[in-house]
C-alpha cells in the first residue's frame, strides 16, 4: 500500500483517547475505511466515511476526513484493552471495488 | 464471526509445490476479492471475482490463479511456489449493489514454504 501511509506504532494508557492517523494519495477516494485486525485473526470493518463528509461518530469512533490535506484519522475515546490491535486505512478509488490499505498502526494499549 | 470461510488454516508445503486455497462468501454476497498479507509487503490486492466473473486483478502473479465456482465459492491456486509466497492469504466478500463496497474478511489461510 505505498499510497495509502500510516505511522507504526501507538502506544496509549487505558482510558485515554487514541488517535490513529492516514494519508493516502489519490483525490478521487470515494469511501475512506478503518480496520481492525486481532492477532490470529482477519480483519473487521470498523467504520468508513464518505468523501463528501467531514467527519462520522459511531459510538466510542471518530472519523475525520481532510479531503484537501487527503488525511484521515480515527479517534477511539476510553481506549480499553480489547483495543489493542493493528488498525488499518484502506481507500476504495471511483474506478472499481478494490481497496487499497496501509501498512498498518500496531496499537497498544496499557493498563 | 464475518460469515466468510476459508479452508485450509495453515498450510505447510515446500518449494515448487502447487495449493489450493478455497473461501466461501457470506450467504448472498456476489463478490470475493483475493488479499495476500507478508511482513514485508503488506496487504496486497490480488483479485476480485464477482458472480462467476473476473472484475478486477491486483498484484497477482502469473504463478497465481483465481476462478469463482457457480455456487460462488472461490479458489486460489498457487503454483511453483517460492519461500517468498509465504504469507497469510485473506478471502473477503461484500454484497452487491451498494456503494460501500462493504468488505467482510475471512480468518485467513497462514501458507508456510519450506
Known amino acids: 500500500g505505498e499510497d495509502v501511509e500510516q505511522s507504526l506504532f501507538l502506544s496509549v494508557r487505558e482510558g485515554d483517547s487514541s488517535v490513529i492517523n492516514c494519508t493516502y494519495t489519490?483525490?478521487?477516494?470515494?469511501?475512506l475505511y478503518w480496520y481492525k485486525q486481532e492477532p490470529g485473526a482477519g480483519l473487521q470493518l470498523l467504520t468508513y466515511?464518505?468523501?463528501?463528509?467531514d467527519m462520522k461518530q459511531d459510538q466510542r469512533l471518530t472519523v475525520l476526513l481532510n479531503k484537501k490535506d487527503k488525511h484521515l484519522s480515527l479517534r477511539i475515546a476510553d481506549t480499553q484493552t480489547g483495543d489493542s490491535a493493528i488498525y488499518f486505512c484502506?481507500?476504495?478509488?471511483?474506478?472499481?471495488?478494490?481497496?487499497?490499505f496501509g501498512g498498518g498502526t500496531r496499537v497498544l494499549v496499557k493498563p | 464471526d464475518s460469515g466468510v470461510t476459508q479452508t485450509p488454516k495453515h498450510l505447510i508445503t515446500a518449494t515448487g509445490q502447487r495449493v489450493t486455497l478455497r473461501c466461501s462468501p457470506r450467504?448472498?454476497?456476489?463478490?470475493v476479492y483475493w488479499y495476500q498479507q507478508s511482513l514485508d509487503q503488506g496487504l496486497q490486492f490480488l483479485i476480485q471475482?464477482?458472480?462467476?466473473?473476473?472484475?478486477a486483478k491486483g498484484n497477482i502473479l502469473e504463478r497465481f490463479s483465481a476462478q469463482q465456482f457457480p455456487d460462488l465459492h472461490s479458489e486460489l491456486n498457487l503454483s511453483s511456489l517460492e519461500l517468498g509466497d509465504s504469507a497469510l492469504y485473506f478471502c473477503?466478500?461484500?454484497?452487491?449493489?451498494?456503494?460501500?463496497?462493504?468488505?467482510?474478511f475471512g480468518p485467513g489461510t497462514r501458507l508456510t514454504v519450506l
Open positions: 473477503a466478500s461484500s454484497p452487491p449493489g451498494t456503494g460501500v463496497n462493504e468488505q467482510f
Open positions: 466515511i464518505f468523501s463528501n463528509m
Open positions: 484502506a481507500e476504495r478509488r471511483a474506478a472499481g471495488n478494490k481497496l487499497t
Open positions: 471475482y464477482y458472480n462467476g466473473e473476473e472484475r
Open positions: 489519490d483525490s478521487s477516494s470515494t469511501y
Open positions: 450467504s448472498g454476497d456476489l463478490s
